[in-house]
């Protein structure tokens, strides 16, 4: 009998340490589970509309390339396919040509249209010439961008200072010009 009793005593201890350690290792998992599922809800709110390392190609239908890059990209949550974007570069590969680079502290590309808005910062660069400005739109349909708002353009022997400026990509061929036309843009001889 004392053996009997001995041996219900061990099985009543050893059932109950078995589900005791089941119990501890199911509420350990539930609350791993729980901290996983809290992590990823704080990751998808702060990046569920952010990309890192953005890129964009796209080419016309005479084969010129536009290559849109930026550190960051964010959607807009209103209109799927525009993306603001951080640090921009773009990199125009024209057919025949030299490339033109432009770069900007942001922007704001258009998915369907190729379109971009760039604003703050921008700098310009074709063959020798520089242009620097605060906003710049480029129409990748028209092949033409507008730079706008205390535009410098600089050659190895001129500088000029104006309002606005309109190049045709594909010709080079521009405008530029004041908003105010009583004002005058200005010319510089840099030699």
Excluded at 4 to 13: A, E, G, H, W
Excluded at 74 to 86: A, P, R
Excluded at 89 to 117: A, C, H, P, W
Excluded at 157 to 162: D, G, P, V
Aim: aromatic share 6%.
């Amino acid at each position: 009998m004392k053996k009997k009793l001995s041996l219900l005593t061990f099985l009543f201890i050893l059932i109950m340490l078995i589900i005791l350690i089941f119990s501890l290792t199911k509420v350990q998992k539930k609350n791993k589970i729980v901290e996983n599922i809290n992590e990823s809800e704080k990751v998808s709110n702060l990046n569920e509309n952010i990309i890192l390392n953005v890129k964009y190609i796209s080419e016309d239908k005479n084969n010129n390339r536009y290559i849109v890059t930026a550190d960051k990209g964010k959607i807009d949550l209103s209109n799927n396919n525009i993306v603001f974007l951080t640090n921009v570069r773009v990199l125009i590969e024209l057919q025949n040509q030299d490339k033109i680079t432009i770069n900007s502290d942001f922007g704001k590309y258009n998915m369907n249209t190729y379109d971009t808005i760039l604003n703050e910062n921008i700098v310009v660069h074709y063959l020798d010439n520089k242009i620097i400005g605060e906003l710049l739109e480029l129409s990748m349909e028209k092949n033409l961008f507008i730079i706008s708002k205390n535009v410098i353009f600089t050659s190895p022997n001129n500088s000029l200072e104006a309002d606005a400026a309109q190049i045709n990509i594909i010709t080079k061929d521009g405008l530029i010009y004041m908003n105010d036309k009583n004002k005058k843009v200005i010319v510089k001889n840099i030699n």
